[in-house]
Structures are given as C-alpha cells and as structure tokens.
C-alpha cells in the first residue's frame, strides 16, 4: 500500500512569501504529525491531529505557523511571510493511535 | 528545551567496532522508540520499548528501557558501514504526544 507523500518534495521561495505544504497520511490512520527538522538535527514537533479532536499546536513556533487537516485526510502546514529561519525539512508522519509512526520523505525549504 | 537528551551528538568509528547510544531524560514515558534516518528520507522505526527494564534484540542492535523508563540506549555491535545514519529516539510523553530526541549521528568507516 502507498506510504505517507509530500508535497512538494522541494520549495525554494523568497523571503516574505507565504508556502504551503501538503501530507497524505496513510489511508485509515486517525493520526497526523508535523515536525520541522533543521540540518543533521533531531525533530521539533510542530502540531498533531488525532481524529475529530482539537490538534495540538503547542509546537508551532510562531503564529505564522498554521496547519489543517481535513478529516483524517490530508493535511496543509502553512507559513506565512517567511524568514530564513524557517528554512528546514518540513516531515510528516501517520500513525494509527499512538503506535508507530510512519514518515514521509519531508519538504525541503528553502528560504532565500 | 530538549525532553530527551542523546549522546553522543557525533560518533565516527571503524566497521567491527561496538558502541552505544543514550538517550536520557527526566520525564517518564509511556514508551520510547528508536528510529534510524538516512539522508533525504523519513525515519523509519526499529523498535518500540514500553515496560521499564525492558531489553529487545534487532540482529546486532539491543535496545533497553530503563527501569524507571525515564533513558534508553542503543547498543550496536560490530558496526557495519550500512549502520551509517542519524538515530533518533522518541518517548511517548503522557500517552498522547511524542517528543524526540536531538539525535546522534553514526559514520562507519570501511
């Protein structure tokens, strides 16, 4: 069966501009995660969808930071006026409850 | 602030050596995961531990859960240059959230 997708796999954009960033989890898993890695760094948790509760946005840096899911389809991580800071690899991951998680390959972005 | 601590950041060591990898924190969680990264990919999980005092055996990889599940390390031996990667641990905090740990970043010379 497919995996977790991204999309794009790569976004360079200018500084100021508004992004956005897709997942399509698994079909069937009720959770959706978020997370911004920056180079040869660990995961910084961003946001987490599971099922028709209210997502957990405690991790998004800033309020130029926002993220949607639709059901428990896809998703949409926003960022709006983007800095340089902001350039990392966005990933995704799906999970059913809280058993494994399981990735998509990231967005790189890339902020000049 | 980091929930999980892991040491060490680097380690660059020749194929056949053993080492170990710790993770560690003051938190209790309800799990802890070890995954493994290669660049340009996601993490892929290689194992989950979720009773303290808890040890799993992956071929060359023994991972163990500490008693008050508070740490955890990885132990690989006689590391091969396909062990090369970015591993990465991952508690279940409250049984709701998982945070992650800063990683550590393996190089098996041939």
């Known amino acids: 069966g497919a995996g977790v997708s991204q999309s794009p796999s790569n976004k360079v954009t200018e500084k100021g501009k508004d992004v956005e960033l897709r997942c399509d989890p698994i079909?069937?898993?009720?959770?959706l995660y978020w997370y911004r890695q920056r180079l040869g760094q660990g995961l910084e948790f961003l946001i987490y969808f599971q099922g028709n509760s209210a997502p957990d946005k405690s991790g998004l840096p800033s309020d130029r930071f926002s993220a949607e899911r639709t059901g428990e389809s896809v998703s949409t991580l926003t960022i709006q006026r983007t800095q340089q800071e902001d350039s990392a690899v966005y990933l995704c991951?799906?999970?059913?409850?809280?058993?494994?998680?399981?990735f998509g390959p990231g967005t790189r972005l890339t902020v000049t | 602030t980091q929930l999980l601590e892991q040491s060490p950041q680097f380690l660059s060591i020749q194929e056949g050596e053993n080492l170990t990898v710790y993770c560690n924190s003051s938190?209790?969680?309800?799990?802890l995961q070890w995954y493994r990264q290669e660049p340009g990919e996601g993490p892929v999980l290689l194992v989950t531990v979720v009773t303290g005092g808890e040890v799993k055996k992956l071929k060359r990889l023994t991972f163990q859960f500490g008693d008050a599940r508070k740490d955890s390390s990885l132990h690989i031996t006689a590391a091969q240059p396909g062990d090369t990667g970015l591993y990465l641990c991952?508690?279940?905090?409250?049984?709701?959230?998982?945070?992650f740990g800063s990683g550590t970043k393996l190089n098996v010379k041939p």
């Open positions: 079909s069937g898993h009720t959770a």
């Open positions: 938190s209790v969680f309800s799990s």
């Open positions: 991952a508690g279940l905090y409250n049984f709701n959230k998982f945070y």
């Open positions: 991951a799906s999970s059913v409850g809280t058993f494994e998680q399981y």
